[in-house]
Nanobody, 126 residues
Framework: VQLQASGGGLVQPGGSLTLSCAASGSTLNYYAVGWFRQAPGKEREGLSCISSSSTDGSTYVADPVKGRFRVSRDSAKNAVYLEMNNLSPEDTAVHYC??????????????????WGQGTQVTVSS
């Protein structure tokens, strides 16, 4: 499976972006999918996750972005989205999506993700 995150770009502080995660060669629908970011000189940071569509579809949002970021899934399009609002320069990073190693579960720890997409750059600047 190959994942691709897209939708990044340059946005002004306070603005919004919605990132998309798509998969080729396989499905996202029955896997948990997570969103991560990595800023220059910083460690990778987990942002959000949505559990497998075969579970309750529950979501997790990390405290630093809670209330501003929202994860969702469109099973018909085999895609997962990360809606990001009220962005600040501290959100500048390469953003990645990743798929759980295993079918049908809830959100795993970071080590549980087996497929990672190429990231998309999000730059928040005036």
């Amino acid at each position: 499976v190959q994942l691709q995150a897209s939708g990044g770009g340059l946005v002004q502080p306070g603005g919004s972006l919605t990132l998309s995660c798509a998969a080729s060669g396989s499905t996202l629908n029955y896997y948990a999918v997570g969103w991560f970011r990595q800023a220059p000189g910083k460690e990778r940071e987990g942002l959000s996750c949505i559990s497998s569509s075969s579970t309750d579809g529950s979501t997790y949002v990390a405290d630093p972005v809670k209330g501003r970021f929202r994860v969702s899934r469109d099973s018909a399009k085999n895609a997962v989205y990360l809606e990001m609002n009220n962005l600040s320069p501290e959100d500048t990073a390469v953003h990645y999506c990743a798929r759980d190693r295993y079918l049908g579960g809830g959100c795993p720890p970071t080590a549980g993700y087996g497929a990672w997409g190429q990231g998309t750059q999000v730059t928040v600047s005036s």
